[in-house]
């Protein structure tokens, strides 16, 4: 992917748009995006529980060449996913060096990276195909757009005053607004409730756990290291490996006669004290 030397504002945007499109993507909703990154650029994505001021990491194994991203497990999932895509950018521009924030001011990494899941995640082509020409929309339309795409009202807010649809002073009123409260005042509160709940577990890389259920079925994995990836219990997890037809193999020990056992010749010389006659022993 070639990145022309613009802003980081621009670069971000650039960048997302390539990653559609290289894809395949289009410009329709992302769905499950810890998911779509381990499939499509074969990283691997957890979500973890920590603290409550943590919420994403990325580091790599330049050894086997991949990252791993890391992010909280959180009541939060527009967040969630903010951050999932965040932390893509990473990966995918090589942001290995340490770039922090000086206080209130965001580094020009931070800054790409911000751009970079804005973009992924509500491109500026599929809002205007989702919501087409209108002079001015409301705010059943703003939840509409955070519903469709998965997006906090922020980065909404962001892509709509983008395309003209909302002006500066709406765009900062709105994006104030929470996720909890669009979803209750227009009916999709059921929904976002399972978001939620998605969210606020741990999950383990799926290449990970792919490895470690095909170690339970060989019988060298035990089925409690396969709950403790799940974070579920180990009742839980071999009643689902059974009703999947996934049985540990047993392994059957080789016994040997002692006849085909190999002749054994031990010499005892060196346990001999040097000044002690040879036959005699004290």
Known sequence: MTI?????????KEAASAFRREHGLGVLP??????LI?????HDVAVLDVGPDEHGLTMRDPVRDVAFIGVARTRNPMRQRSTLAHEL???????????????SVRSP????????ARHLLVPLD?????????????????SAVVQWFLASPAISCIALHDCGYIDTATKAQWMALG???????????????????????TRSPQRLLARAVSGYSEGVVTAQTVATLRGLTVDIVVEELTQAGIIPREHQPQWTAATDLPPVTVDLSDLLDDETPEGSYE
């Open 4 to 12: 022309r030397n613009t802003t980081p504002e621009q670069q971000g």
């Open 30 to 35: 992302l769905g499950d995006l810890a998911a």
């Open 38 to 42: 381990e499939q499509i650029t074969g």
């Open 89 to 103: 950018a990473h990966v995918i521009f090589g942001d290995w060096t340490d770039d922090e924030d000086l206080g």
């Open 109 to 116: 990494l931070e800054i790409r990276a911000d751009a970079f």
């Open 126 to 142: 599929g809002l205007t195909a989702f919501l087409g020409h209108r002079e001015s929309i409301t705010a059943a339309e703003l």
């Open 179 to 201: 996720t909890p409260r669009l979803a209750t005042r227009f009916g999709w509160s059921d929904q976002y409730q399972s978001l939620q709940n998605d969210s606020d577990r």
